[in-house]
């Protein structure tokens, strides 16, 4: 079973982090033909425990078109679509108790990022997150 601050620890030794709370993290993974991708991952209490939330932006939403996003996103093995603050970004959620921290975060970690970077290169044409 899985705490917060093994998933912190997991994402401070392996990640560059870049910004960070009590309650969350932003930071970048490499991917691939030497781009980058931001991620933040969130402690969420809720009713029925605790949870994870691993998000990657797909880029700013007034600027692509989300029912694309969404038919995209649809085909995905994990997460959904969401606009925060005008960023569309694809999202996955995990309740922490019986998150084992290498396979329970790491590969939906890496699905979320590969898929909303492939996205952020197919709707802008950029590098931005």
């Known amino acids: 079973m899985a705490t917060w601050t093994d ?7 392996r990640y560059e982090v870049l910004d960070e709370t009590d309650s ?9 033909d030497d781009r980058t991708q931001q991620v933040a991952v969130h402690h969420v209490v809720a009713d029925d425990g605790t949870w ?3 998000s990657s932006p797909v880029g700013w939403a007034d600027k692509i078109d989300l029912r694309v996003l969404l038919e995209r996103a649809g085909g ?4 959904g679509a969401a606009v925060v603050d005008g960023v569309a970004l694809l ?4 309740p922490l108790e019986g998150l084992g921290v290498l396979e ?10 590969a898929r909303a970077d492939d996205l952020e290169r197919e709707f ?6």
């Open 7 to 13: 998933v912190i620890n997991y994402v401070r030794t």
């Open 24 to 32: 969350w993290l932003r930071f970048r993974l490499d991917t691939v």
């Open 52 to 54: 994870v939330e691993i």
């Open 76 to 79: 995905s093995l994990v997460g």
């Open 91 to 94: 999202k996955h959620s995990a």
């Open 104 to 113: 329970e975060f790491e590969r939906p970690l890496r699905l979320i990022v």
């Open 124 to 129: 802008t044409s950029s590098d931005e997150f």
